[in-house]
């Protein structure tokens, strides 16, 4: 996240790959949650709403796995994409 508030998104990117298969490793479901959510953070900011959606949905999934506390917000953002994305689409 250090790298992505310098406006290093490539590098962000990168870290934010190598962290999910050691989250994936220790099974920890949560921190796979957060890792990428903050990655479809970055593809949000870059205009890649498919791939933020995708990796949304994912964090959707793992949040329910979970019970995490952030799946209503996540859910909510995730909603707000797909809303965004096809209101992009309608307008091309």
Do not use: C, F, K, W
Not at 59 to 77: F, G, K, N, S, Y
């Amino acid at each position: 996240s250090v790298y992505a508030g310098l406006g290093d998104r490539t590098r962000a990117l990168d870290h934010y790959h190598q962290a999910l298969p050691i989250a994936r490793e220790v099974g920890d479901r949560a921190g796979e949650a957060v890792t990428r959510y903050n990655i479809a953070m970055l593809h949000r900011a870059d205009g890649d709403l498919d791939q933020a959606i995708q990796e949304l949905e994912h964090v959707v999934e793992l949040d329910r796995q979970v019970d995490h506390p952030d799946l209503e917000a996540d859910t909510a953002v995730l909603e707000q994409l797909r809303r965004q994305r096809a209101e992009s689409r309608d307008s091309a």
